[in-house]
């Protein structure tokens, strides 16, 4: 596979609706290896700066903000791999130029996530706190 026809398939995955399926996995489970390679694909399809602001829009940068979020499992194993995963794909979704639009949306997104999460000291009376 060439890289243009490996770039072209994560362009046509995002245009396809693939993130909302790779959301709707990451919401549903709780096995760690489903867990780990569907933020894998998220950060291979965040590698492409063109798919940015589709991911964001299609519910993808809510799901990784959740894993980085959520308490481990008692049993905590594979939760490394999957906070590794979440620090890659905020990493490839930083990289490159944000248009002001990508910007707004990854903001908005950002904050409505910290504000449902019930970790103490992200809410309080409706405002995030650090």
Same mark, same amino acid.
């Given at each position: 596979?060439?890289?243009?026809?490996?770039?072209?398939?994560?362009?046509?995955?995002?245009?396809?609706?693939?993130?909302?399926?790779?959301?709707?996995l990451?919401?549903?489970?709780?096995?760690?290896?489903?867990?780990q390679?569907?933020?894998? &694909? !998220?950060?291979?399809?965040?590698? =492409?700066?063109? *798919?940015?602001? @589709?991911?964001?829009?299609?519910?993808?940068?809510?799901? %990784?903000i959740?894993?980085?979020?959520?308490?481990?499992?008692?049993?905590?194993?594979g939760?490394?791999?999957?906070?590794?995963?979440?620090?890659?794909a905020?990493?490839?979704?930083?990289?490159?130029?944000?248009?002001?639009?990508?910007?707004? &949306? !990854?903001?908005?997104?950002?904050? =409505?996530?910290? *504000?449902?999460? @019930?970790?103490?000291?992200?809410?309080?009376?409706?405002? %995030?706190?650090y």
């Amino acid at each position: 596979m060439s890289l243009g026809s490996a770039q072209e398939t994560k362009t046509m995955m995002v245009a396809e609706q693939a993130v909302p399926a790779i959301v709707t996995l990451l919401r549903g489970s709780s096995d760690v290896n489903t867990l780990q390679f569907c933020l894998l &694909a !998220l950060c291979n399809l965040l590698t =492409l700066e063109e *798919n940015h602001l @589709p991911v964001l829009q299609q519910g993808g940068l809510k799901a %990784i903000i959740s894993q980085a979020m959520a308490e481990p499992e008692p049993e905590g194993q594979g939760q490394e791999g999957i906070k590794e995963s979440c620090a890659l794909a905020f990493f490839n979704l930083s990289c490159g130029e944000v248009s002001e639009r990508s910007e707004r &949306a !990854l903001m908005k997104t950002s904050i =409505l996530a910290m *504000n449902q999460h @019930p970790r103490n000291g992200y809410r309080h009376n409706g405002y %995030i706190h650090y």
